[in-house]
């Protein structure tokens, strides 16, 4: 029998991002015996890699900034798919978790006048985001983390132990969440350093582990991104929703390739920066939809006045949001007018002084002069779309961030349904740490609740265990062992090709083929050596999880038969009213690596707007998205 490390808590939180840490502090402060677990380094999230900033309709750099706007510009990014309670708990919230920041000591960047300082991005009305250069996550996470530490002082001072209510758990990955019954009883992982076992016990699991980037080929993501969480809320029979919808960053780097995929911030054209085609036209002029005609500026020169007096002239469309620069880009690539390698130019050098630029982006100018010779305060950069983000997640109760299974809750880029179909930059961060919030309180709250607390069986322990160990032990399959980088590269150029940016339905039905194929071969897969820290083994065991989340992605944008924020669909290129209506759901239905697609995806009708917030849209504006069910409903439309 394999010896396993045991701990007990009341609180296990997964993950130590914004979205984790935020989680857990509050989970501590309400008295709940707390642990984080990390399977990267403590401060190594992918929230430290945030550049641009963090949402907020703090009303600093525009008094004329409030929630109802901030609700409404999010309705609107997200085209109107999003869970509006979520929407509206994260309008109204996010100043109060920013300024929270500061009195945990977070040091943002200041306007004149000594305020918060806010910039302008895509989709925001106003200029919204507080920031620190191009270095917000790095902040957010720094001064999360300082808070952790002050915390653990307070409980040296009362217990004499720096660990006795909030515990780290670093390099540490969660494999399997276990059970007792139907409800939340902690979790497996192995350390990564030594591969030992360890049992967390806890009636209450939050998981905050981000998104699913590292199953597509060209992404910004880093290597931790590879949905965990996403599936281990589908094997513990949670619901994932909105998961045909993965946000393509419209400026990713395309050359050179020691930076391909990497972001550029979208503050680049906030501040600015403009694209350009090969014959060097802004051609994002020629790219605003319908929807966006009244807000945005016909013209370069009224685009361009926009940065000095944005009250009587409208925003440039290089700020519109992600998902319709995107495609203006693979249109302009696809037309035979982008540059030698595939990407359309980004320009801010011809913008403003090689200083000015490096006083505002000081990472973005660092960071591609060291690893790509690259200066971008001499010339344009070549950009191109990249998988950034996941809008796909647990389906959560927005008030508290329960999942469906007793015990189990979800925040930032794992729980899904608060960005719709598409996010607007800067409203991941706030999302992190309003639902963070919320997630640690529903959490403690719920563990105040319950009576006898649950324990995971021992056979569900050993089973956890052996199915890890599964790949040093391919067994009678060993002759057709395979290999998981092969596999993961193969997974990475199906979903990049078939499932991508622009999708079509005969292509989305052979990437289901393909993982099909992938599935049963990854029954195969097989790694060499022990348990000492094995980065075959560790991918092994990751790809099981990418595998599940590529068949909902793929699954869920195969039936979605229209075309919204980022799901792009050749064959069906309009928006269609009655989809808006209608969220994707996937379950799992059968053993999670089975022979047979687990998989099963049922339409879920969405829960109708509340009256108050619906009468903060023009009728006009809702005829755009609404059947005529729907619009007749609308208070405004009977008059
Ligand atoms: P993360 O910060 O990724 O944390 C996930 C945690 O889960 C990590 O600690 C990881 O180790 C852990 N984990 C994962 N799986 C396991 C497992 N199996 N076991 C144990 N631990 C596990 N958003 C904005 O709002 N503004 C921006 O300016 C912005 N800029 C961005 C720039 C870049 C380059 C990128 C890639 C994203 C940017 N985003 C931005 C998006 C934003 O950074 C992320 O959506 C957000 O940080 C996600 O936070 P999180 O807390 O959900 O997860």
């Not at 109204?92 to 929270?100: G, K, N, S």
């Not at 700020?319 to 030698?340: F, T």
């Not at 099909?516 to 790809?543: K, S, Y």
């Amino acid at each position: 029998m394999v010896e396993i490390e045991r701990h007990d808590y009341d609180v296990l939180v997964i993950g130590a991002g914004g979205a984790g840490l935020r989680a857990a502090i509050e989970a501590r402060q309400r008295g709940l015996r707390t642990a984080v677990i990390c399977k990267s380094l403590f401060g190594k999230a992918h929230t430290v890699m945030a550049e641009g900033g963090i949402a907020a309709s703090m009303g600093n750099v525009n008094s004329r900034d409030e929630w109802r706007v901030h609700f409404r510009d999010t309705m609107r990014g997200g085209k109107f798919l999003n869970n509006w309670r979520m929407a509206e708990l994260h309008a109204t919230e996010a100043p109060d978790r920013v300024w929270e920041l500061e009195t945990y000591g977070a040091l943002f960047d200041r306007t004149a006048d000594g305020r918060i300082s806010q910039r302008n991005f895509g989709g925001h009305e106003y200029p919204r985001l507080a920031h620190v250069g191009d270095r917000t996550g790095l902040e957010l996470i720094r001064t999360l983390q300082q808070k952790i530490v002050s915390l653990q002082q307070d409980d040296h001072a009362e217990t004499g132990e720096y660990e006795s209510r909030l515990r780290v758990f670093q390099e540490c990955t969660v494999t399997e969440l276990l059970k007792d019954g139907d409800r939340m009883a902690g979790a497996f992982a192995y350390w990564r350093e030594n591969g030992r076992f360890v049992e967390f016990r806890a009636p209450a699991v939050i998981l905050a582990t981000g998104g699913i980037g590292k199953s597509f080929k060209v992404t910004s993501n880093s290597w931790e991104y590879t949905g965990d969480g996403h599936a281990l809320a589908l094997k513990a029979g949670a619901a994932l929703i909105n998961m045909e919808f993965v946000q393509f960053h419209p400026t990713g780097m395309v050359w050179p390739p020691s930076v391909k995929g990497i972001l550029v911030t979208e503050s680049v054209r906030g501040d600015g920066g403009v694209l350009r085609n090969s014959e060097d036209r802004r051609f994002m002029f020629d790219y605003i939809p319908e929807v966006f005609k009244d807000n945005y500026a016909d013209s370069e020169d009224e685009g361009d006045r926009w940065y000095d007096d944005p009250d009587t002239n409208r925003r440039p469309p290089e700020l519109l949001p992600r998902d319709e620069v995107a495609r203006a880009i693979n249109s302009e690539v696809k037309e035979g007018r982008g540059s030698e390698h595939g990407g359309v130019f980004l320009d801010v050098s011809s913008r403003m002084p090689a200083e000015e630029i490096t006083r505002r982006l000081p990472s973005m100018h660092h960071q591609f002069k060291e690893l790509a010779d690259v200066d971008i305060t001499a010339g344009p950069m070549e950009v191109g779309p990249t998988c950034h983000y996941v809008m796909g997640g647990v389906e959560v109760e927005p008030d508290t961030a329960a999942s469906r299974v007793p015990g189990l809750f979800a925040a930032g880029e794992v729980a899904g349904g608060m960005h719709g179909s598409n996010r607007l930059g800067g409203n991941s961060l706030s999302d992190l740490l309003v639902f963070g919030r919320r997630a640690g309180a529903g959490a403690s709250e719920y563990v105040q609740g319950i009576g006898a607390r649950p324990a995971p069986a021992e056979s569900d322990v050993d089973a956890a265990a052996r199915r890890a160990e599964d790949p040093f032990d391919p067994g009678d399959s060993a002759t057709s062992a395979e290999n998981p980088y092969t596999l993961h590269h193969e997974l990475q150029q199906s979903m990049n090709d078939l499932v991508g940016i622009i999708r079509r339905g005969e292509e989305m039905r052979q990437a289901l083929d393909a993982l099909t194929g992938l599935r049963e071969r990854a029954r195969h897969l097989a790694v060499e050596g022990n348990r000492q820290f094995n980065p075959g083994w560790h991918l092994a065991l990751d790809l099981r999880n990418m595998l599940l989340v590529s068949e909902c992605v793929a699954r869920a944008a195969v039936l979605r038969t229209e075309s919204r924020g980022g799901h792009t669909r050749d064959d069906h290129p309009g928006m269609d009213p009655n989809w808006r209506k209608t969220l994707l759901v996937c379950t799992l239905d059968g053993p999670p690596h089975g022979v047979e697609s687990p998989v099963e995806v049922v339409e879920q009708p969405q829960t109708p707007m509340r009256e108050d917030l619906l009468a903060l849209f023009q009728l006009d504006e809702l005829r755009k998205y609404f059947t005529e069910d729907e619009l007749a409903a609308v208070p405004s439309a009977e008059s």
